[in-house]
């Protein structure tokens, strides 16, 4: 194990540059009742420096999130009848998917049995670095072994008692162990596993980050699908899959404390930590320039 303390930087931006040099992010997430946390990956991903940020969702509540994101693009997938995201949607998917640097799947997908086998399928299927967080990790919660046949990086983001059900333990149990249930969890399916908390842990199984960032008022529901998006807007701006998760581990953490020196803990809601990535950003390259 070696402890990473340093923070990956974000290569500069050429004056010539365009938004194809910044990553082209498919988010696939969403469902009835659920449309926000589509929404918020999708934007998070744009304020983390994404150029090119597409959400797919279900066919019936496509109109409610392209009235959210204005700046995302949006694409209606074929859905279940609960309005899940269905795999019969798969080969379409697929296909539409390679245009595309980064895949991010999970937030509000909900845990029809139809979109659990697209989300196996296209773990096991999509050749692009795939964000992994919510229902696309429950959904992985009975056959884990998926990951290891994986044709490119997975990057998980699981709150305790989603790595719990994953690595077959009690919460209580990955509480206690934290940083050794990452680190066995991550080396065993050849994943980068961010293990939200206090104290987030990043690790690839050989490194481990342990996060300075955050606060309790990031408690919230919403916080995550913003993580998704930083980590997926990382990997399309260059950086690995490590080093993205590392980064957008620790800018969210930097967004949220922000918030809540503007807003308090107890009434910050995860939008909050959304707008603040902005200046998250900004006091890194201030920090660069000071060094």
Same mark, same amino acid.
């Given at each position: 194990?070696?402890?990473?303390?340093?923070?990956?930087?974000?290569?500069?931006?050429?004056?010539?540059?365009?938004?194809?040099?910044?990553?082209?992010?498919?988010?696939?997430?969403?469902?009835?009742?659920?449309?926000?946390?589509?929404?918020?990956?999708?934007?998070? #991903?744009?304020?983390?420096? #994404?150029?090119?940020?597409?959400?797919?969702?279900?066919?019936?509540?496509?109109?409610?999130?392209? /009235?959210?994101?204005?700046?995302?693009?949006?694409?209606?997938?074929?859905?279940?009848?609960?309005?899940?995201?269905?795999?019969?949607?798969?080969?379409?998917?697929?296909?539409?998917?390679?245009?595309?640097?980064?895949?991010?799947?999970?937030?509000?997908?909900?845990?029809?049995?139809?979109?659990?086998?697209?989300?196996?399928?296209?773990?096991?299927?999509?050749?692009?670095?795939?964000?992994?967080? /919510?229902?696309?990790?429950?959904?992985?919660?009975?056959?884990?072994?998926?990951?290891?046949?994986?044709?490119?990086?997975?990057?998980?983001?699981?709150?305790?008692?989603?790595?719990?059900?994953?690595?077959?333990?009690?919460?209580?149990?990955?509480?206690?162990?934290?940083?050794?249930?990452?680190?066995?969890?991550?080396?065993?399916?050849?994943?980068?596993?961010?293990?939200?908390?206090?104290?987030?842990?990043?690790?690839?199984?050989?490194?481990?980050?342990?996060?300075?960032?955050?606060?309790?008022?990031?408690?919230?529901?919403?916080?995550?699908?913003?993580?998704?998006?930083?980590?997926?807007?990382?990997?399309?701006?260059?950086?690995?899959?490590?080093?993205?998760?590392?980064?957008?581990?620790?800018?969210?953490?930097?967004?949220?404390?922000?918030? #809540?020196?503007?807003?308090?803990?107890?009434?910050?809601? /995860?939008?909050?930590?959304?707008?603040?990535?902005?200046?998250?950003?900004?006091?890194? /390259?201030?920090?660069?320039?000071?060094?």
């Amino acid at each position: 194990m070696r402890k990473i303390t340093g923070l990956p930087e974000l290569p500069p931006r050429r004056a010539d540059s365009h938004k194809g040099d910044y990553g082209r992010i498919l988010v696939l997430a969403g469902s009835r009742g659920m449309v926000g946390a589509a929404a918020m990956a999708g934007t998070a #991903a744009l304020r983390a420096g #994404a150029g090119l940020v597409t959400v797919g969702t279900p066919r019936s509540v496509y109109p409610i999130l392209a /009235a959210q994101v204005a700046c995302c693009t949006t694409r209606p997938l074929p859905e279940t009848p609960v309005a899940t995201l269905s795999d019969r949607g798969f080969s379409g998917i697929l296909r539409f998917a390679e245009s595309f640097d980064v895949v991010a799947l999970g937030p509000g997908l909900g845990r029809h049995p139809s979109t659990t086998r697209l989300v196996h399928q296209l773990v096991l299927n999509l050749p692009k670095p795939m964000v992994l967080d /919510a229902d696309g990790l429950n959904a992985l919660a009975e056959d884990v072994a998926a990951l290891r046949r994986a044709p490119a990086p997975r990057i998980l983001t699981p709150h305790p008692g989603e790595i719990a059900r994953l690595a077959g333990l009690s919460a209580g149990e990955v509480q206690q162990s934290r940083k050794q249930v990452a680190l066995r969890f991550a080396r065993e399916n050849r994943v980068v596993l961010v293990l939200k908390g206090h104290r987030s842990i990043v690790t690839d199984g050989r490194r481990v980050f342990v996060n300075p960032t955050g606060n309790p008022g990031m408690a919230t529901g919403g916080a995550g699908d913003v993580l998704t998006g930083v980590i997926a807007a990382l990997i399309g701006q260059r950086l690995g899959p490590f080093e993205a998760a590392v980064l957008g581990t620790y800018v969210h953490g930097l967004s949220g404390d922000l918030a #809540a020196k503007q807003f308090g803990e107890v009434g910050l809601i /995860a939008t909050d930590v959304l707008e603040f990535l902005p200046q998250a950003f900004q006091k890194l /390259a201030a920090g660069k320039r000071n060094r």
